[in-house]
């Protein structure tokens, strides 16, 4: 007998068909995205999940000859806002406008701007100061802002040494000037990167995926550069530069023994840490880049070689004219109308044009070039300053027979930096010896590993000669042309030096003078040289003297720079 | 009759050897399920414990760039204090200035050779004690 069939049973049958397909159908779509589309989901998965990051390298701090900071990366806080999500985008510009130090209007123009999903509030600002404004952002409960770390450049000195230091570009931090240009590579360091596995929110999920080839930090450099005795260069400098109403000007302080630049100022001068309206000529580093020809302080160099190749001692007598025809050319000296029998000695103290003229006479064309070859001159002075200029120093073999040997012994025709004569100087202070003068004294690797910087040395002049050279250099200061430059506890000695500018593609200026004094401090025992340049003073001194003179107005600036160094460096007094 | 007989024997075999009735044992089953269970929840434990770590972790490192940061603020802010531009400012304000005569105070035998600093420092401290 046939069973009969409840109603219910067809009910189930259906019931168990649709559900046969629902899961046949979840069936279907696993084996699909588990099998035939794996790959491509999984791959599609770590897309959001896995992110490669680029890690920055810290940059190089670099210090001060005293290990304080000159220049420091530090992490910075950027403020930003997703305008889609401010539920008041004109009150909170508002509000933070004078926290960021932005016009209200250029907050509330970015916040509202149609569409936008991101607005800069600050870029790179110090943690004090975010704080601020992460406080309020959170006592206030306000979406939609967010805080970043970016790295920035810091120059906690401000404006001291800023030439020699230079600067960075704020957006990728690349060394654009000075030391921050010229060793950037080393600075710099190299980038590393990290694969990392985040959530939605950003935050790194642990256990995921964690791969990191870390970022080599960029190496420190130590500068010989001293911060009191470059803060008393610039700030006599400054006030030099005003009161000659010069141009610009420069100053370079050098460690006779080392060759380590101990100050090197320039005026103008402006602040890295806002360039905002600065002159970009402010940037440049004149001790280094800028040329001109040193006149009478080169007379140094004429003489020492004359003395050296004895073809005179500082006793030699020499018949001096009132003037010298030469070619096209007639060499005079300033204030002598009458021929005069002059020593060796008195022709350097008064800075005799036509006396040194003579001197060079006898001692030969070839013999004055190689001395002025080997006392660095045509060739850049050191390795580690970028925009170095060599000056330029004519070959021998292209000498005219007229005037090129006399120009040249009076210091024309030769091209020098200052910090190139302040190297002469130096070597004349040296007992003879010519060191290179560098600022980077040491750059230390990440790893640890230090690099001292170790400066090239050639003799030029004997000892003797030397000597010989800063006794008459101390007659110039005691006697001679530079006696504002005498300072009351020490006894010194240097040399004078006003040339006519040269404007390039216009000729000798009939204003323009250079003006410079370039001085050995102490002058029984050396220990540094100071070198001045004032670039067009003009104007007269209480007593009627013309400020174009480098012993008028750069014989000062080297016996105010001169005493702050010596007192600095702990140098007992030595005048009696 | 023979058929029957057989019936009988074997009837009489299976009588005289008793069939050894099968025990299910659940021991093992409880072991294994318990073992499971534990390793499951060790799992999770260890899981748990493997993430609050990472978390952890992830702390300590945003703290140390916290006071990595601070350390560098901390030393440009020295920096910044000890410009001398800043101190000079200051100086000034508070009246120091510069004496228009300079006095050079000359110890005898302070630059004598053979002796040791501590006696040129007595030397320097009796002087300068005996200054007005």
Known sequence: ?576 | MTATAHQHDSFDLEQLIPVRRRRVRLRPWFVFAFVVIVAFFGLIFSRVSLDRSGFELDDLETQIAIEEARHWDLRVEVARLQDPNRITTLAVGNGLVYPEERIAIEVPGIESEGLDDDFRWAQLKAVLTAQP
């Open chain 1, 1 to 576: 007998m046939a069973s009969r069939r409840k109603p219910n049973d067809s009910r189930l049958l259906v019931l168990g068909i649709a559900f046969a397909v629902a899961w046949a159908g979840i069936g279907y779509r696993l084996v699909r995205v588990q099998g035939f589309e794996a790959e491509d989901h999984a791959a599609r998965g770590e897309q959001q999940r896995v992110r490669t990051e680029d890690l920055t390298a810290p940059r190089g701090t670099i210090y001060d000859r005293d290990g304080v900071e000159l220049a420091v990366s530090i992490d910075a806080i950027t403020v930003t806002v997703n305008p889609a999500e401010l539920e008041d985008p004109v009150a909170l510009a508002r509000l933070l406008a004078p926290m960021v130090g932005e016009p209200r209007h250029v907050l509330r123009q970015r916040f509202t701007k149609p569409g936008s999903q991101f607005a800069y509030v600050a870029r790179r600002l110090e943690s004090a100061e975010a704080e601020q404004i992460r406080r309020f952002v959170r006592d206030s409960d306000i979406a939609g802002v967010y805080f970043s770390a970016e790295p920035k450049r810091v120059y906690p000195a401000g404006s001291l040494a800023s030439q020699v230091v230079g600067f960075v570009r704020d957006d990728d931090m690349a060394g654009l000037e000075g030391i921050e240009w010229k060793y950037d590579e080393a600075l710099a360091g190299v980038p590393g990167q990290q694969i990392v596995e985040r959530d939605p929110y950003g935050n790194p999920i642990p256990q995921g995926e964690f791969i990191v080839d870390p970022a080599q930090p960029g190496a420190d450099l130590i500068l010989t550069i001293d911060r009191e005795i470059e803060f008393a260069a610039q700030q006599i400098l400054a006030q030099a530069v005003a009161d000659t109403n010069a141009t610009a000007g420069t100053v370079v302080v050098l460690d006779v023994d080392t060759g380590e630049v101990l100050a090197m100022a320039s005026a103008p001068t402006f602040d890295p840490n806002n360039r905002t309206g600065a002159d970009p000529s402010a940037y440049r580093n004149r001790a280094v880049t800028d040329v001109y020809e040193p006149g009478s302080t080169l007379k140094v160099v004429t003489v020492a070689a004359a003395l050296e190749e004895d073809v005179v001692t500082p006793r030699t007598s020499i018949r001096v004219p009132a003037k010298l025809e030469i070619g096209d050319k007639n060499y005079t000296d300033v204030g002598r109308k009458k021929p005069r029998q002059m020593t060796v000695s008195e022709i350097v103290a008064q800075s005799s044009n036509v006396g040194t003229i003579l001197i060079q006479d006898l001692l030969g064309n070839d013999q004055h070039y190689r001395y002025l070859a080997a006392f660095g001159l045509g060739a850049a002075a050191s390795g580690d300053l970028p925009g170095e200029a060599s000056g330029h120093l004519e070959n021998v073999r292209n000498w005219c027979d007229t005037t090129c040997g006399p120009s040249t012994a009076i210091g024309y025709r030769v091209d020098v930096t200052p910090l190139q004569m302040a190297s002469v100087f130096a070597a004349i202070a040296n007992d003879g010896v010519w060191v290179e003068p560098h600022v980077v004294r040491e750059v230390i690797r990440a790893d640890g590993t230090r690099e001292r910087f170790r400066p090239t040395e050639r003799p030029v002049v004997s000892a003797a000669t030397a000597r010989v050279m800063r006794l008459m250099l101390q007659g110039v200061v005691e006697s001679g042309t530079g006696t504002l430059a005498a300072i009351d506890s020490y006894t010194v000695g240097g040399k004078t030096g006003t040339t006519e500018k040269f404007v390039p593609g216009e000729g000798y200026s009939a204003e323009d003078r250079i003006a410079s004094f370039i001085g050995i401090a102490p002058i029984d025992d050396p220990r540094i040289v100071v070198a001045v340049v004032l670039d067009a003073p003009h104007g007269e001194l209480e007593d009627g003297s013309d400020l174009k003179f480098g012993g008028v107005s750069a014989a000062p600036v080297f016996a105010a720079v001169a005493e702050a160094a010596l007192h600095r460096l702990g140098v007992p007094p030595d005048a009696r």
